[in-house]
């Protein structure tokens, strides 16, 4: 697809995260096809800590933000890109890049440099949880436990293949817990194998939050898979890959702007893949937080204007 190019020659800082799954791979056509367009600077790799510091060092520097890696690449740059308001490239190497699936981004990478060149940046949404910011889902329980378990060597030697391979073993021994949901003025109480919460549509290589989910809606989009045994989850996976669990009995679902998980015991927090804080877990919505470059938006798509941060988020 070719889009109309700006006037003017805009400056872009150019990062890629050599870590990812495709980091190591030759980008200089990629590059050589930004810079017909975009004075770039290169940007050496800082570490994923340091990402939103360099951003927010830089950013009297550039026009634009272009970053190859994967969904915690991204992740651990939606901090700086808030606090800036330098729109998004995204050049996707991650390992499942449910991110880039959610806006329609092509993973063929000269079409992804082409979108940037377009020029058109869109108002994307934020979750948080506890003051950490989430694109994607972000999640307590099985999936957690999946994130803890899947080493980045996995995902590099076995991609996508390599979260069915892990999740297999960790289903097998997986087991229901309590907690408690705090939500639009009500509390409930669930045994459950996973709680998720969406603000986009993909996770985990493809699998859906919520069918008709946006990542600039306005909302987040919840579920809790209450069922008894392992095997019912097996049943579940083509609705889960599509989005429309919800329908199941043994799932509860809804949508709301902030909802509360406690748990007896503290539980870790996956939010795109990172473990980075624990129960209790405040979710909430930040509509149209940050700017990514994306082919059109579908019609009738509208997003809010963008609210703070929570204070002391990195």
């Known amino acids: 697809m ?14 890629v995260n050599p870590g990812a799954r495709q980091g190591t791979a030759s980008l200089g056509a990629v590059r050589d096809l ?35 890696g994967g969904d ?35 993973t063929d990478l000269a079409a992804a440099a082409d979108v940037v060149l377009a020029g058109a940046p869109r108002p994307i949404d934020l979750g948080e949880v ?14 957690a436990d999946l994130a803890r378990a899947l080493t980045q060597e996995a995902k590099r030697r ?14 097998m021994q997986s087991r229901l817990f309590t ?9 409930e109480q669930v045994r459950t194998l996973q709680v998720s ?17 946006t990542a600039d809606d306005g909302r987040l989009d919840f579920y809790s898979l209450e069922v008894d045994h392992w095997w019912r989850l097996l049943a579940l996976l083509p609705a889960l890959r599509r989005g429309t669990q919800g329908a199941w009995d043994d799932v509860r679902a809804f949508r709301t702007t902030e909802v509360v998980v406690r748990t007896s015991r503290p539980r870790p927090v996956n939010t795109d893949g990172e473990l980075v804080t624990f ?8 509509p149209g937080a940050i700017r990514v470059y994306t082919p059109p938006a579908p019609a009738g798509s509208t997003t809010p204007s963008p609210m703070p941060l929570a204070e002391g988020s990195a």
């Open 2 to 15: 070719t889009f109309p190019r700006p006037p003017h020659r805009r400056r872009a800082l150019f990062l």
């Open 34 to 68: 930004l810079a017909r367009d975009l004075d770039l600077t290169d940007v050496g790799w800082p570490g994923a800590a340091a990402i939103s510091d360099t951003i927010r060092a830089r950013a009297g520097e550039a026009d634009l933000v272009i970053l190859g």
């Open 72 to 106: 915690g690449t991204l992740n651990a740059a939606a901090c700086g890109l808030f606090d800036t308001q330098l729109p998004l490239g995204v050049l996707p190497l991650g390992t499942a890049n449910d991110f880039a699936r959610t806006l329609a981004i092509p």
């Open 130 to 143: 506890n003051g950490h910011p989430f694109l994607n889902v972000a999640s307590i329980g099985f999936s």
């Open 158 to 171: 076995f991609g996508v293949l390599g979260y069915g391979i892990i999740a297999a073993r960790l289903l």
């Open 179 to 187: 907690a408690f949901i705090e939500h639009d003025g009500t509390v």
């Open 197 to 213: 919460v969406g603000n986009g549509r993909h996770y985990g290589g493809g699998m859906t939050v919520e069918a008709t989910a």
């Open 279 to 286: 129960t209790p877990a405040h979710f909430r919505i930040r």
